[in-house]
């Protein structure tokens, strides 16, 4: 039986938008997912399924960095009891890795007996846990044991809870995944691997429990549990049955859609040749309940149609009756209708098909009622860990330094240098401004991307030579991030002292920046990495471009440009000087010196901006500093991961209080 798929007109005329660079990227995944449909179309026996099946399970398996393997003591234990008519909840927590505490609910009927266990992960509401007792309450009324745990971030697991605030720093549980997404992408992971840990982990709870059927296992979730269900069913071959909602979608639609948090979005995925359908297709034939609602930003069509190809596939298995669908009226989330659903999935896949799906009013507890540490976090737990440490730990133990003559080669293998060709150059308006003219460009760094700058242009005539640099405007930041100014008085100074100044606004898709604490644009990185490109290494490659620009001009002198850069930005800087050498020095100012140092923080501030996978475990920005000498470079003020100046030994310089960039401007332009 052949696999036909055809959805991809429809889906890529309705993903266009108002933006360049997402349109630019987005033709590169749908063409990425035309390429899959091929794949998935020449399936037609069950022996091809079973050989997509392992090529995608190694893939996944790949891009998560491998699972861990930890299968040390759960030193499970309760803390507290609550009684209602319809069933029990058990205050638990146990240890899925060393250190790292889940605190968990436990749902199970008030008789005796031994009965089918469901895991119930959260999705992303800050309280964890109590978001699912509707459906784990329920569903120990109808004879099942049932676990809701809070997620990594959530609940009584916030990774950056302080007391003196009495809140988390970071702002909620999904910018603690984004904030760990990025440092486990640094090293070569995904940070989902330990979400699937955690739910593994929580079903061998489950299943040390005398009341539960190690052989009747399900699990249900809506949204990042949704996210965390699919996983669990792939990854963990104890389920017998699965119902994830508010999640399930193609990245024909995802893509210039509503862009998941870094557990739910699999490094480089769409580049592997994959999309959501094919974590459905490498469990086949397990039992599926695929579910949406009909308000819901996941649209229903989306979902439709990872469902369509989901149970062709199935129909090459025969097994066709063990995938369902449906859509519950209303915004995401879990109503009615979609638990009577889950209830009647569960019990016909867990029950024999013996038992009444009717959604049934139960009690209802508050969040501080369903605590299960005295303190409301497990940092008071005694050995407590942070998720920081653990991706730090693994980095330590994967590290393999390879050199800077393998770092050059992979710099050019992304993509960085540029063809040396100068760019075609639209004028969009000129003016003369305080003794020197101003002109505002456009032009494209690659077919198709459009980028602008501002060219400051003093008086005079002959050659002269040119600073390139990046844009830095003044943003909103939150009051305990030191404000960055803008680059605008620099350039200014700069071309009073008779340089040639472009100051370079890269490639960006600026609608996409929510302004969260810390994190920058992840979403635009996030959307570049998809596709199997690093938007560091393109914004580089921009400042490159704009190199070959400014040698195209009469009034330039090519063998006298040099490059500026403030913030996270030196980075890109220093990947262009690392493979391009006609910057001929180079002045950083408040950049961050170590990747290193940032994975040893507890929080980092815009590493989302500086990411290229598995960087951190074979370089170190010294190493770019190397690549990128015997060039002369400047560097101001060196930074940690929050933007803060700290004293570090070699040839670095720092202003005084009050002091102004003359010396280093005369220092840099000397």
């Given at each position: 039986m052949q696999l036909a798929v055809g959805f991809a007109f429809v889906f890529t005329l309705a993903a266009q938008t108002a933006d360049p660079f997402l349109d630019w990227m987005n033709r590169q995944a749908q063409q990425q997912l035309d390429a899959r449909d091929r794949v998935i179309a020449a399936i037609r026996t069950k022996a091809d399924a079973v050989q997509r099946q392992a090529a995608v399970r190694a893939k996944l398996l790949a891009l998560l960095g491998g699972l861990p393997d930890?299968?040390?003591?759960?030193?499970?234990?309760?803390?507290?009891?609550?009684?209602?008519?319809?069933?029990?909840?058990?205050?638990?927590?146990f240890e899925s890795l060393p250190g790292i505490h889940i605190t968990a609910n436990v749902y199970r009927p008030n008789a005796p007996g031994r009965y089918?266990?469901?895991?119930?992960?959260?999705?992303?509401?800050?309280?964890?846990?109590?978001?699912?007792?509707?459906?784990?309450?329920?569903?120990?009324?109808?004879?099942?044991?049932?676990?809701?745990?809070?997620?990594?971030?959530?609940?009584?697991?916030?990774?950056?809870?302080?007391?003196?605030?009495?809140?988390?720093?970071?702002?909620?549980?999904?910018?603690?995944?984004?904030?760990?997404?990025?440092?486990?992408?640094?090293?070569?992971?995904s940070v989902a691997r330990y979400f699937i840990h955690d739910a593994r982990r929580a079903v061998d709870y489950l299943v040390s429990r005398p009341d539960v059927d190690p052989d009747r296992l399900g699990v249900t979730g809506c949204s990042g549990g949704g996210a965390i269900t699919t996983y669990v069913g792939v990854f963990d071959p104890r389920m017998k049955a699965a119902a994830p909602g508010c999640f399930i979608n193609s990245f024909r639609t995802l893509f210039t859609g509503p862009t998941a948090d870094s557990e739910m979005s699999f490094p480089q995925f769409l580049a592997n040749g994959l999309d959501i359908a094919d974590f459905f297709e490498a469990a086949a034939p397990l039992p599926w309940l695929m579910m949406a609602t009909t308000e819901d930003y996941f649209g229903p069509e989306g979902t439709r149609s990872v469902y369509e190809e989901a149970r062709r596939f199935y129909q090459v298995y025969g097994a066709a009756d063990r995938i369902g669908f449906f859509v519950g009226k209303g915004p995401h989330g879990t109503p009615k209708d979609s638990r009577e659903q889950i209830y009647a999935f569960l019990i016909r896949w867990l029950k024999g098909g013996k038992g009444d799906s009717?959604?049934?009013?139960?009690?209802?507890?508050?969040?501080?009622?369903?605590?299960?540490?005295?303190?409301?976090?497990?940092?008071?737990?005694?050995?407590?860990?942070?998720?920081?440490?653990?991706?730090?730990?693994?980095?330590?133990?994967?590290?393999?330094?390879?050199?800077?003559?393998?770092?050059?080669?992979?710099?050019?293998?992304?993509?960085?240098?540029?063809?040396?060709?100068?760019?075609?150059?639209?004028?969009?308006?000129?003016?003369?401004?305080?003794?020197?003219?101003?002109?505002?460009?456009?032009?494209?760094?690659?077919?198709?991307?459009?980028?602008?700058?501002?060219?400051?242009?003093?008086?005079?005539?002959?050659?002269?030579?040119?600073?390139?640099?990046?844009?830095?405007?003044?943003?909103?930041?939150?009051?305990?991030?030191?404000?960055?100014?803008s680059t605008q008085a620099i350039a200014e100074a700069m071309v009073r002292a008779g340089h040639v100044v472009l100051e370079l606004n890269p490639r960006d898709s600026p609608d996409a920046y929510e302004g969260r604490p810390f994190l920058g644009n992840w979403v635009t990185n996030?959307?570049?990495?998809?596709?199997?490109?690093?938007?560091?290494?393109?914004?580089?490659?921009?400042?490159?471009?704009?190199?070959?620009?400014?040698?195209?001009?009469?009034?330039?002198?090519?063998?006298?440009?040099?490059?500026?850069?403030?913030?996270?930005?030196?980075?890109?800087?220093?990947?262009?000087?690392?493979?391009?050498?006609?910057?001929?020095?180079?002045?950083?100012?408040?950049?961050?010196?170590?990747?290193?140092?940032?994975?040893?923080?507890?929080?980092?501030?815009?590493?989302?901006?500086?990411?290229?996978?598995?960087?951190?475990?074979?370089w170190e920005i010294a190493d770019l500093v190397t690549a990128a000498t015997p060039r002369p470079i400047l560097w101001t003020d060196p930074a940690n991961w929050m933007n803060r100046i700290v004293p570090l030994q070699g040839p670095y310089r720092y202003r005084v209080v009050g002091e102004s960039d003359a010396p280093f401007l005369d220092a840099f332009l000397r």
């Open positions: 930890y299968q040390g003591p759960l030193r499970a234990r309760q803390t507290g009891v609550l009684r209602t008519e319809t069933h029990t909840i058990e205050k638990i927590i089918p266990g469901v895991l119930v992960p959260a999705g992303h509401t800050q309280e964890g846990k109590p978001e699912v007792q509707i459906v784990a309450a329920n569903l120990a009324a109808k004879g099942f044991v049932a676990l809701a745990y809070d997620p990594i971030g959530q609940g009584e697991r916030e990774q950056h809870y302080l007391p003196q605030l009495g809140r988390t720093l970071s702002g909620g549980g999904g910018n603690e995944h984004l904030e760990l997404g990025a440092r486990s992408i640094l090293i070569g992971q009717t959604d049934i009013p139960v009690r209802l507890y508050s969040n501080l009622e369903l605590l299960v540490t005295p303190s409301g976090t497990v940092d008071t737990e005694l050995g407590s860990r942070k998720f920081y440490q653990v991706i730090a730990g693994e980095f330590r133990a994967r590290r393999e330094p390879r050199g800077v003559a393998a770092l050059v080669s992979h710099l050019r293998a992304l993509g960085i240098p540029s063809s040396g060709q100068a760019p075609s150059v639209t004028v969009a308006s000129r003016n003369q401004a305080d003794g020197h003219q101003l002109e505002e460009l456009r032009y494209e760094s690659e077919p198709g991307v459009p980028v602008t700058a501002r060219l400051y242009l003093p008086p005079g005539t002959g050659r002269k030579p040119a600073v390139v640099m990046f844009e830095e405007k003044r943003i909103p930041v939150p009051l305990y991030v030191q404000r960055s100014q996030e959307r570049a990495d998809l596709i199997g490109r690093n938007l560091p290494a393109m914004r580089a490659h921009d400042l490159l471009v704009a190199i070959d620009l400014l040698e195209s001009r009469p009034d330039v002198d090519p063998r006298n440009i040099r490059g500026y850069a403030r913030g996270v930005k030196g980075i890109w800087l220093l990947l262009a000087a690392a493979v391009d050498p006609r910057l001929k020095g180079l002045w950083l100012d408040r950049t961050p010196h170590s990747f290193q140092s940032g994975l040893d923080a507890p929080l980092t501030h815009f590493l989302f901006e500086a990411l290229i996978p598995s960087f951190a475990r074979h």
